[in-house]
Structures are given as C-alpha cells and as structure tokens.
C-alpha cells in the first residue's frame, strides 16, 4: 500500500542540531500534505509542522524560529531542520502524509511512519 519510514533520529546535546527525513513509497497517486508530530513520554501527540504539495507551511507556534520544515515532491520526502534543541524537545517523531493512493477509492488517507526517536540531553 503505502509506507512512510523516518530516519535521522538519535541522542544530541541541548542546543545542537538533527535532522529527520521521512520518504514516502508505495502505490501512490498523489500526497497532499506531509507533515511531522512528535510524542514524549506521558503526553498526547502534537503537530510539530506540515507542508503543502506546493510549499505552503505550518508549524505549530512552540517550533517556529527554531524547526524547519521542507520537502522534496519528486523523492515523495519531507525534512525537519531542528536547531536549537531542548531537552523538552526529547519525543518519538512521527511522519504523516495525505495520499490520495492507487487502488483505493479516491479520496485522501492519512498514513503514518512508526516514529524516530529524539533524545535531547543536558
């Protein structure tokens, strides 16, 4: 079907820098949005930031100035530029997409990757 895999995760210091890559595969037509949520240990899920097919962003009001978000249509991947990182920011980062997919009835799906983690150490 379709398969979303994270990778760039890993342990940094406190005010270091990571980034995380997410790629896309499998039977897919088109993806609307992609995007990033992280979950740290008791705590919901959270939006961290999306991306648009064409290039329209979001993020949650807590990363900006400090996360970027970015994507490669061609490659079906999407990126988040961390900088800065806290030991608050220690979370499993989960990759999302909206796909409209082959085989299925034509309408968007949310797919989701099973996470990278990201430990941020003082």
């Known amino acids: 079907q379709v398969q979303l895999v994270e990778s760039g995760g890993g342990l940094v210091q406190a005010g270091g820098s990571l980034r995380l890559s997410c790629a896309a595969s499998?039977?897919?037509?088109?993806?609307?949005?992609m995007g990033w949520h992280r979950q740290a240990p008791g705590k919901q899920r959270e939006l961290v930031a999306t991306?648009?097919?064409?290039?329209?962003?979001n993020y949650a009001d807590s990363m900006k100035g400090r996360f970027t978000i970015s994507g490669d249509n061609a490659k079906n991947t999407v990126y988040l530029e961390m900088s800065s990182l806290k030991p608050e920011d220690t979370a499993v980062y989960y990759c999302?997409?909206?796909?409209?997919?082959?085989?299925?009835?034509?309408?968007?799906?949310?797919?989701w990757g099973q996470g990278t983690q990201v430990t941020v150490s003082s």
């Open positions: 999302n997409a909206k796909v409209i997919p082959i085989g299925l009835p034509i309408r968007e799906y949310d797919y």
């Open positions: 499998g039977n897919i037509f088109r993806i609307n949005v």
């Open positions: 991306i648009t097919s064409t290039g329209s962003t």
